[in-house]
């Protein structure tokens, strides 16, 4: 494995103070959110028997999430909540969609595995292990045609790694110069399968250099070297040079929520457990004297506020009425 | 008017429509530099250029799904897959994203993509590129499908789906791309959801589209010369669904043909067939006939091949069959 | 005879075939050191070890292909895709390979490949994980599709699958899984293409499949409570389709109801109506009812996705619609 | 580019005489046929209107087909007729095929783009690009449970590059150790395009190397180059380690037979048709004196005497009957 020539850390500079707390604040938002989503599910308020968090991969989320800017476009794989969070997701209406209520981004009719708004960029949550790739490379054909300078991101899992999708889609991006970022949140597993499991080949990087893409791979538990990796690619995108970006971190829980993970040991689980991506940011800020006890304790009430609020207004939210169960099939939906 | 082959009828929508919105894109295998497989996008690339006129590579999956991330972002892209046959490839991009991101994201989301496509017997070019695959577009919720048989229709109906803000599965036939017919010299835009009256006739209706619009005329004409006024219609368009036409046409004349070049069952013609009861089933003076593609993949041998799907004898032998004509039915 | 729950019977015929037949291996994603998505395959793996109990990267379209490639070569492959809503990602090598190389290869070649997967809803699982898209199959020449309702069935169809030399797909659903029921001791083979009458009566007959086998059960025992005798018919297979028992039930009884979780339109819900339209419409007393999934892409929010498929309410109010029963059809 | 490392010509040791002259055999007999193939489309006496001919690609059909065994199995693209001559096709038969006759390989079903003979090892000939390479390491997957030592081959043209079943196969393939050599066909194009306007890099050994495959290319137009390297590749794979061969030539006659390519320039078609294949080994094997004017005029004549005898049978074969129209969907029939 050719490791050394990609990982960015060595490299990074800290990004200015305030990024650095945007970062911490970020994925302390992502954890939070995270943890009531599950402890909501445990009680049975979501919708549905499938919950998937990304608890641990906050620092992946986080980091390129704050290097994308205003207007960037995205899409996601099934694990998104704590990306459409560092892209500004209104926790209320992500709350209510994940109970399948009416005020929910998507009225309840989407769910956890579909949250979208392309208000602010999201082309989706996509339920195919893949699919949202080739959307996104859609994204950057658009975005090349019609608003120069935007970049547009797939978010997926390391068991996308081995649809075949995603080799068309990084041909394409670089075919055709697409300002397209890949970017691999890389949590080691695909349900139970560890990904030497699925893959005869890590080369991954490699391999996508040999697709025409600019390819790195990042500590994915060290936010600020995400950030700066991130930084670093989604400039050259712009520039028409797609990207790939292999993040390599960790999901604390299960697949779902309540999977025990039985093919995972525990001293595994334990040794990533040790970094954990908001404690190491947290403890190198206050190390750094970068941020007070006083203003992380501040900062964690905010996100936990924020969950109580969320969690209010999804409880309060009504359930659509079955009547809309015909609405929003097709746009022009008198020609039907 | 000017009279025309359907595939410059396409072409000219194509062309008006990339003329009048910079938004729309056309992309797909060999759509440039070669002109189509089919010759519809000859001179396109010439005309608007590479960004706009984009070959791609052989990668239907990806293609379809480029196609609905940039419809959902501003362009209007016209995907083409070459033949129909390829949809197995590609139905995850048409079935569970385009088809359903409208829906999923409680409207939030909008999909206005074309997916240009033919289909058809008639080449003798084997079971993988022989197909007539509409009905696993029309089962699924979401999708508009089309089916032109003329070239007035095929620039019509193209220039309605282009604009449409639902994404539409269009499909040709291969072997109506030489034929030629009159088309209106303006662009207009033919709405969906309503057939044409191809024939009028108060007999007995036949209710089919593309291509078996002409097998169902010229089994119509056969049926004159034996006294019997059969009415074709033309459905055009699959959903939306012109239900009040077929109800309509079969109220009149009490009895209805279905045919179909896909396979029998379960298919479009199951469907329209049912819906005939449905909705006009006290009105039937004779069961509905059923003329569809026999349940067999498509043989490569010519005789097979034309054997496998709808002919003007089957045809005339159903409508036969619901008790007209001289002749009388074999079974 | 044993009590068991669907997964367990299912797992009982994979063990009894690996058993029996050193050919048959079971390959797709999870099905290994997890025990399947659903638990069917747990203890699989330990019993027969990695070369036959093959766990795949997600990969879908090639490990179907794989599948095809093996079973062309003298594996019986059984390969599970974890939920039916990726046939789209598969139906490349399910309708234009599996299906299709028996015939394109003038019987030169047979593809003995089982895909095993499940669909429907109950698990608010999304547009994406809770459809019912048997009726693509169902289109396709070359393939027999099953869809077990019952545990025994699950068991011996299963086997009859694996024993075949045609391609199956076969469709479990997600809401039976925990479903008991008994069992034979004996592994007996189910013959394809025998509809089983889950229940007697005369008055009218609810044709189905699946999990709605246990829907309109439910329905028939409240329509006991009214004086009126339900019969059901669990067809077990569509391909091969036992339409004697149709036609048998329905002559008998003079009033058919189709139910089926699949949307509406085009689908297997169609196609049966028609066939009992064509096979027995003489015998009918009243229209042929459809009682169908909506058109419309699965809402996760429950009582949406609820409302978007068949319940009993609904076969209820289409029997009564048939002019049965004390309550009066509201429309 | 790496060229240099891959390229396997400069290695290679002559193959003993008999093979030089049976390579010969094997292309002129490939050429004969497909050009007489070519001539009865024209006329109209083959079935249907596609026809692709692999005319200028014979090396490669020869070379991987004569270090093939018995019993070896193997796929092909829709321009497969030379490979199937390589591996002993009927030429009766095949003949009978093309021209959608009862006594065709497949009855006259199948036609051109689909002929099979699982006794020859034969698959099918796929007209999806890029369907018949998981199907072959299905085969693999059989021979390595049933067969030890025999190896499957699927071979496919350079379009097939950009299908994404194309590198999750060869991920299963080697994560399996399964015995599949896959075999590019590389003529330059597909259809109208050429591998450069589809594929952003060219990089394809070393792409496939990140996939865990031994990963060669060869001068697709010298027969015993690619025989050579075929040879130690296939014994490589037959181990279990799957191997990838992109093999460089070029289709003299357009995308069917009838395509004047357009898209290429007469200058490239020249260049290209000076390093025939079959003229190169004829030349080669006259000058070492392997081989004698006599011999060689003797094996075009038995070349042109199996094409006419096999345009014969062809001709007076009848159409399968109309009512043979239902047999075959199912192995059991009655059950339907
Ligand atoms: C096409 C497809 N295949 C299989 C699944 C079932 N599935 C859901 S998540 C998952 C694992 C995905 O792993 P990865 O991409 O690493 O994402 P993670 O769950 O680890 O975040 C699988 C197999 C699916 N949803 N879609
Ligand atoms: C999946 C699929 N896409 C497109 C086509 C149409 N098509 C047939 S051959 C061909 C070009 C294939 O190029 P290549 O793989 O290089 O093979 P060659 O024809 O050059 O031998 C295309 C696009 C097809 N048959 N299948
Ligand atoms: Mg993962
Ligand atoms: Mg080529």
Redesign the interface.
């Given at each position: 494995m050719r490791v050394e020539g990609h990982i960015a850390m060595p490299q990074h500079t800290s990004p200015p103070p305030e990024t650095r707390v945007a970062l911490l604040r970020t994925m302390l938002r992502i954890r939070e959110t995270e943890e009531r989503i599950g402890a909501s599910h445990l009680r049975g308020l979501t919708?549905?028997?499938?919950l998937h968090l990304s608890i641990g991969e906050e620092a992946i989320a986080a980091g390129v999430g704050l290097a994308m800017r205003d207007g960037d476009?995205f899409?996601t794989h099934h694990r998104g909540h704590g990306i459409f969070i560092a892209r500004g997701a209104d926790l209320d209406r992500m709350m209510a969609e994940v109970f399948?209520?009416r005020d929910?981004?998507?009225?309840?009719?989407?769910?956890?595995?579909?949250i979208?708004?392309?208000a602010l960029g999201h082309?989706?949550a996509?339920?195919?292990?893949?699919?949202n790739?080739?959307?996104?490379?859609?994204?950057?054909?658009?975005?090349k045609?019609?608003?120069p300078g935007v970049v547009?991101v797939a978010f997926f899992g390391d068991?996308?790694l081995?649809?075949?999708?995603?080799?068309?889609?990084m041909?394409?991006a670089?075919?055709?110069h697409l300002p397209v970022a890949f970017v691999v949140v890389n949590n080691q597993y695909?349900?139970?399968?560890r990904l030497e499991?699925?893959?005869?080949?890590l080369?991954?990087v490699?391999?996508a250099?040999?697709?025409?893409l600019v390819a790195r791979e990042v500590d994915g538990m060290d936010v600020e070297a995400v950030y700066a990796v991130a930084q670093n690619l989604l400039e050259q995108a712009r520039g028409g040079q797609p990207v790939f970006l292999m993040a390599h971190g960790y999901r604390f829980y299960g697949h779902g929520r309540k999977d025990p993970s039985p093919?995972r040991s525990k001293e595994e689980e334990q040794a990533w457990r040790l970094r954990d991506p908001v404690e190491q940011q947290r403890v190198r800020l206050l190390e750094a004297g970068a941020l007070s006890e006083d203003a992380y304790e501040q900062m964690l009430r905010e996100a936990r506020e924020a969950c109580d609020k969320a969690v209010a207004f999804a409880t309060a939210s009504p359930?659509?009425p079955?009547e809309?169960?015909?609405?929003?099939?097709?746009?022009?939906q008198e020609?039907? | 008017m000017a009279t025309m082959p359907y595939r410059d009828a396409l072409r000219l929508a194509l062309h008006e429509e990339m003329t009048r919105d910079e938004r729309v894109v056309l992309m797909g295998e060999e759509v440039g530099l070669y002109g189509g497989a089919y010759a519809v996008s000859k001179g396109l690339l010439d005309a608007f250029g590479p960004e706009r006129v984009i070959d791609t590579p052989i990668s239907e999956a990806s293609i379809v799904g480029v196609g609905v991330g940039a419809a959902l972002t501003g362009l209007r892209p016209v995907v083409e897959l070459m033949y129909v046959d390829f949809l197995g490839l590609v139905m995850d991009q048409v079935g569970n994203q385009a088809a359903k991101w409208r829906y999923m994201s409680g409207g939030r989301l909008t999909v206005p993509m074309v997916l240009r496509t033919q289909g058809g017997t008639g080449r003798s070019a084997g079971a993988q590129h022989s197909q007539s695959l509409e009905s696993w577009i029309m089962h699924v919720p979401g999708l508009r499908l089309v089916m032109p048989a003329t070239p007035a229709d095929a620039r019509g109906l193209l220039t309605t789906a282009i604009r449409s803000d639902d994404p539409v599965v269009f499909i040709e036939h291969k072997a109506l791309y030489a034929l030629k017919g009159e088309v209106p010299d303006e662009a207009e835009p033919i709405p969906f959801g309503r057939a044409r009256v191809a024939r009028e006739g108060s007999d007995v209706s036949v209710i089919t589209y593309s291509r078996m619009v002409h097998v169902a005329l010229e089994a119509a004409e056969r049926m004159r010369e034996q006294g019997v006024a059969v009415e074709v219609i033309d459905l055009r368009t699959l959903n939306p669904l012109d239900l009040d036409a077929i109800t309509a046409s079969v109220r009149k004349t009490g009895r209805a043909i279905v045919v179909s070049e896909a396979h029998k069952t379960c298919s479009v013609s199951s469907e329209l067939a049912v819906l005939i009861y449905e909705h006009a089933g006290d009105a039937l003076r004779a069961p509905v006939r059923r003329v569809a593609g026999k349940d067999v993949p498509i043989p490569s041998a010519p005789a097979l091949e034309r054997a496998a799907v709808p002919s003007v004898d089957e045809v005339v032998e159903a409508i036969v069959g619901t008790g007209l004509g001289k002749e009388r039915a074999h079974a």
């Open positions: 919708a549905g028997s499938m476009l899409t399948g209520k929910g981004y998507l009225q309840g009719k989407g769910g956890s595995m579909h979208a708004d392309i082309m989706g996509n339920a195919i292990v893949g699919a790739i080739p959307i996104s490379v859609g994204g950057g054909l658009s975005a045609a019609l608003t547009s068991g996308a081995q649809q075949g999708v995603l080799y068309e889609s041909n394409m670089a075919l055709w695909g349900m139970g399968t499991r699925a893959s005869a080949s080369r991954f490699e391999r250099e040999t697709f025409g093919y359930e659509l079955v809309d169960l015909y609405t929003d099939v097709y746009v022009e020609a039907n | -």
